[in-house]
């Protein structure tokens, strides 16, 4: 009888508190929106007399995909460099595969699963080269800030990259090189983050644009990368 009795408390005793968690999370909502209104004015205030760091790159949680077209040329360079991909290619909004001859025997798989993305429901996993599509143009003394999240069960690479070019009188563009950092990977989603700052020239040549681009030579999963800029003053 003390047994059931001791039950029959229990559940009265869970719904009390779900009813305090219930009412809590009420009163926490309207704290977090009065937070996250200072927090805007505050940034307004203080990104509008500073420079904010403006974001370079859209979609870099991978989130909006297209498939790639059949008859596009990027199936056959594929096929040169034995570079594995399921079919149709599923590329992220923005980004495409840079597939030169380092790229030679990789791989590429857009992940849709909510339960393995860092951030949304998709992530990639990538050995290889996943480039921007755009191109950015930079100043000297540009403060890149770059974050992203990797993972990987095995041990694994991760680089990130800026291809640099200069730009001559009629616009071309020549590759001058590339600023870049290498991280390790860890067994759950982790967030690196580094600033790189635009240098005037590299070898003795303006810098005048860059693309950006991740890499991993063995192979490792890639969410959630933001690339923002604090313009040079
Ligand atoms: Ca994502």
Redesign the pocket.
Known sequence: MEYQAKQNVIPAALKCFQGTAERREGTMGKKRIAAFVACFIFGTVLFGTAGAAEPLVNNG???ETHAVPEKDSIYKRMEAINFKAESPLVLPEGWTLNLTNSARDGEYRLITDSAR???????IYLKGHLMTTANFDVNAGDEMEISLYVKNPEKSDIAFYFYCYTKNEEGRLGNIGSLSFREATETEWTKHTKTIKIPEEIKGKKLKVVKAAITSRAGTYV??ITISRKKAE
Do not use: L, T
Not at 117 to 123: E, I, L, N
């Open positions: 949680d991978f989130e993305a860092q951030s949304g429901s998709k992530c969410d959630n």
